[in-house]
């Protein structure tokens, strides 16, 4: 039994990989190896012989095991090892700005106010843009016959000769995204959804695709006061204006009641728009308390829960944000308006790092 322990206990040693511990495991310890044949005559032992002979292979079976997982083990880390060594990158070599890319307006303000949302709680919620008329108009209340599905200059995908199931449409507003996620997570909710949206319309305020924020908050006492303070805390910390003012008109959104309109402060010097000064107004948002008909098409019980909404136009708090006079320019991939507009890679926004260096 020495000897067997020796032998495989050398070879084991010795192996270089893991097909040769996988042949030393065969021959010992496999079906037919040395010490399972020796096992096997265990039975024409006498007992006597038998109680020595037992538990001696037996251990020597453990050992030998234990010695070829070792040997394993240490044959994978000798590996890694080696990897480690011979695969390298070199990370040093210094960034090429004048070549970098920059990132677009949208893109920067979508972040900023995902930053800002985020720390007031709210998590972001997306949805799909080719959406159903359900989902974008009947569930929020815009029923077959609502002026609003006109107003919308809606997109609708085409249907197949012959099937007459209503159309999917080219979402005209984030708001589908509501329902979306109140089926899924229904209440309470805290969600912003940002993100592209399609109007049949041109001109150098509007262009068939733009970009919407949709901003949702559902629990049991919600109420517009909490609507007042989370918008103003947006715009205070958006256009970086302590105690900017804000206005809020009485309006009408289908999925809103009451709705209202949000205006900020402005003012217009030698056609420069100011923001956060003056006596003027500028629109910025619609807003509202959610309406218990969108509350339980999205399968939440309007009698328990109640919520504020709000959607906002990026594009808008772009051109506002950074002075960017025509709405078409952002979809024009002009290379030059992208370096002047753009923003550097890198610069992600954050709260305490500063929103817009
Ligand atoms: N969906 C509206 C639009 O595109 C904007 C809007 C208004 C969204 C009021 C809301 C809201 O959530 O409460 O014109």
Redesign the pocket.
Known sequence: MDDLKAKYLTQTADAADESALEAIRVAAVGKKGEISLKMRELGKMTPEQRQVAGPALNALKDEINSALAAKKAALADAALDERLRSEWLDVTLPGRPRRGGTLHPVSQVTEEVTAIFAELGFSVAEGPRIETDWHNFDALNIPGHHPARAEMDTFYMHRAEGDDRPPHVLR????PV?IRTMEKAGAPLRIICPGGVYRADYDQTHTPMFH?V??LAIDKDISMANLKWVLEEFFAAFFEIDGIKTRFRASH?P??EP?AEVDIQCSWVDGQLKIGEGDGWMEVL???MVHPKVLEAGGIDPYEYQGF???IGIDRLAMLKYGIPDLRAFFDSDLRWLRHYGFAALDVPTLHGGLSR
């Open positions: 005209t507003h984030t708001s509501q919407q949709e901003g959104f999925f809103t709705s619609g807003s509202g909404a709000f959607g």
